[in-house]
């Protein structure tokens, strides 16, 4: 299976800064149909995951836009422009480009 | 307004069996593939496994901690997914998610397998 690496695993912010996580993947995600299918997940306390972004860069509907992601390869980032207080919660990178669908192990995002 | 509302979970021992089910609305199911996904108490994510659409092949795949013990199916007549697990292990307790797309989550339903 494809492992994928995040990190910080803990990332405590000041509200309104920036912040970012990395995740690395353990082999190329890029699909033979030229898409790369890599997902950002946030899980707020006590919810179900709720997918940001996907393929790579592309925000879910009703996702502001401080969320941001990038990367290719296996060197992928998802950035908060600007942290807010409902962002706190558990993010998760996941990669469905090779079955089966794996997950980076979370980072969990607290206000300082 | 795509839902997934997912139900069956519950205690049991282990070795013992659970059928969970998934009843979707909102998007056109029998054109879906469908999926289970896990998360322990307190722990990161794990895809269960798959079922493609009927047009698809209607094939399932798992992921190896739970192959030959786990079944998925679906009837698309009910808008509904299952997922029948069998032999069930300690360390199969989790809250068990029904997801389509990767972007569609249900709330999940929590197994415990515990003596």
């Known amino acids: 299976d494809v492992v994928m690496t995040q990190s910080p695993l803990s990332l405590p912010v000041t509200l309104g800064q920036p912040a970012s996580i990395s995740c690395r993947s353990s082999q190329s995600l890029v699909y033979s149909d030229g898409n790369t299918y890599l997902n950002w997940f946030q899980q707020r306390p006590g919810q179900s995951p709720r997918r940001l972004i996907y393929?790579?860069?592309n925000r879910d509907s009703g996702v502001p836009d401080r969320f941001s992601g990038s990367g290719s390869g296996t060197d992928f980032t998802l950035k908060i422009s600007r942290v807010e207080a409902e962002d706190v919660g558990v993010y998760y990178c996941?990669?469905?480009?090779?079955?089966?669908?794996?997950f980076g192990q979370g980072t969990r995002l607290e206000i300082k | 307004e795509v839902q997934l509302v997912e139900s069956g979970g519950g205690l049991v021992k282990p070795g013992g069996s659970l059928k969970l089910s998934c009843a979707a609305s909102?998007?056109?199911?029998?054109?879906?593939?469908m999926n289970w996904v896990r998360q322990a108490p307190g722990k990161g994510l794990e895809w269960v496994g798959r079922?493609?659409?009927?047009?698809?092949?209607?094939?399932?795949d798992y992921a190896a901690p739970v192959k030959g013990r786990f079944t998925i199916s679906r009837d698309d007549s009910k808008n509904t997914l299952y997922l029948q697990m069998n032999g069930l292990k300690t360390e199969d307790t989790a809250v068990y998610y029904c997801?389509?797309?990767?972007?569609?989550w249900g709330r999940g339903t929590l197994v415990t397998v515990s003596s």
């Open positions: 997801i389509v797309g990767a972007q569609t």
């Open positions: 909102g998007f056109t199911f029998s054109n879906a593939w």
């Open positions: 079922i493609k659409s009927k047009a698809d092949g209607g094939t399932t």
């Open positions: 996941m990669q469905g480009t090779h079955w089966p669908g794996t």
């Open positions: 393929k790579v860069s």
